[in-house]
């Protein structure tokens, strides 16, 4: 299919999506999921699974998920984001520990063998944090007590994510793990997110706004300075081993100090939610096979089951032992429950070393389009309360 056609199709899929979630009273991504893995399968079963759209439209959708997180940078209130640091971060390790560790079990459960038990526990491990992004500017609560939080506890999960991911690369690659390789990344990504954190210091801002103040720049031109500061963000995170979405998030942080980018946010808000990120939700709906779930039966099922009670227990017991209440700690929990990302990384590398056989890859990747379909409605109705 050509390009003009299959940017036709998404942005109909997400405008109907759109419509038929608000006449349900439900978040706008809930319907462009769902209305993207309906159109998906029928065009699957048309093509006989050949790819439906144009690939184009797929880079589109990774500009997407970067307009997404520079908008939530943008949006969060720091100063609460920094109150609550260290309670994002137990979110973010029992999240992580509770899920691979269930997924560890149930793998050994069906027969697998260890190391790739550890590939299917790594799979559970991260957490979407475009998907809770979107829901929490979609209800304006991602400047709140729990909003910073659950955002803490998702970019926290993604980095933890991709050390492990570092790890399993080092020790796939070459049969052992080399401290090295691992020791330089993690000191290259704190210091990037140091040297980000450094830039939202008040006299560092006032300075850099001062400056700033001289120049005079329309609508537009402010635009296109922002999104070129996110894509220079994202371009050192992706360097340095971190993923695109935690650079896009952390410029959006330090532009969100400046005053000089004050009005950035309703023009991200318009451009990106008007056009880049509606067709990144549709596509990864698109990527959602009916079939294959209903063939893989019980290990899919299992996979699906302890990734949700383990980020449900993990998320939630954090959040608890943070002195947050249980209403509070339940939306944490489920906050955690959708995957995208890292998952999708490992199933091609487990595939390409033959840790994994395509059955594991298809069951990993129906439990990511799962996840991501089923959080959005029950997070959006207890952030409501």
Known sequence: ????????????????????????????????????????????????????????????????????????????????????????????????IFPFILGYIAAIWFGFSH??????????MATSVGVNA???????????????????????????????????????????????????????????????GLLTKEKVSGILDRHLAK????????????????LLFSLVAENIGLSLIIGAFLAGIVLGQLSFFRGLKDYMSLIGGGFFIPVFFVTIGMTFDFNAFLSLGGFASALLLVAIVGKLVGGGLGAKLTKFD????????????????????????GLEYGIINTEIASAILIMVIMTTLISPPILAKILRR
């Open 1 to 96: 299919m050509d390009f003009i056609a299959s940017i036709l199709i998404v942005l109909a899929i997400a405008l109907a999506g759109r419509f038929l979630s608000e006449k349900l009273k439900q978040p706008g991504i809930l319907g462009e999921l769902v209305l993207g893995a309906i159109i998906g399968n029928i065009g699957f079963m048309m093509k006989g699974g050949e790819l439906i759209l144009d690939p184009v439209v797929y880079n589109i959708a990774d500009i997407g998920i970067l307009f997404l997180l520079l908008s939530a940078g943008l949006s969060l209130n720091l100063t609460e984001f920094k109150k609550i640091g260290k309670s994002s971060a137990v979110v973010a390790i029992l999240g992580v």
């Open 115 to 124: 190391i790739t038990a550890l590939f299917i526990g790594s799979a559970l």
């Open 326 to 349: 249980n209403h509070e700690s339940i939306g944490a929990g489920v906050a955690m429950i959708p995957r995208a990302g890292i998952e999708l990384i490992l199933v091609k590398l």
């Open 215 to 230: 120049v005079k720049l329309g609508r537009e031109s402010l635009l296109i300075m922002g999104i070129i500061v996110a």
């Open 134 to 196: 979107e829901i929490l500017l979609e209800l304006r609560i991602i400047g709140t007590r729990l909003g910073s939080l659950i955002m803490g506890a998702a970019i926290i999960d993604d980095i933890i994510g991709v050390v492990i991911l570092t790890i399993l690369v080092s020790v796939v690659k070459t049969g052992y793990l080399s401290v090295w390789e691992i020791s330089v990344f993690i000191l290259l990504a704190l210091l990037f997110i140091l040297l980000a």
